[in-house]
């Protein structure tokens, strides 16, 4: 009888761990260097799960305003991208769209400072 009552919680617990494996690691940015720049200078992001199978695209944002950065070299644990030309003055966020099914703009918690 306990082998009953005991089977399908074991069913639950597998397909829940499962499915979170299959989930998408998560990006996170921690440091960014240096933490000044201007136009064309090439600035490095470092975090975790930075990859192009996590990192579809990079933003700079000050909330209202969004101006796509060129990646210039991408891994696991970085990202190098140039300041675009186009880029007022200002201390701006960097947000990442993420890759999968259901993709996301995720604003970071480091700012970059423009000149």
């Given at each position: ?15 829940t761990t499962t499915c979170l ?8 940015m921690k440091t ?84």
């Amino acid at each position: 009888m306990r082998a009953f009552i005991l089977a399908p919680i074991l069913l639950v617990a597998l397909a829940t761990t499962t499915c979170l494996l299959a989930q998408p690691a998560f990006p996170q940015m921690k440091t960014v260097e240096p933490p000044t720049g201007k136009s064309g200078d090439v600035v490095t992001v470092t975090g975790e799960n930075l990859d192009k199978s996590n990192v579809a695209e990079l933003y700079l944002t000050d909330g209202q305003h969004d101006i796509k950065a060129v990646m210039t070299q991408q891994t696991a644990t970085s990202i190098k991208f140039k300041i675009p030309s186009s880029i007022k003055p200002g201390r701006l966020a960097l947000m990442v769209l993420t890759k999968g099914k259901n993709p996301k703009l995720i604003e970071e918690p480091v700012k970059v400072t423009i000149e």
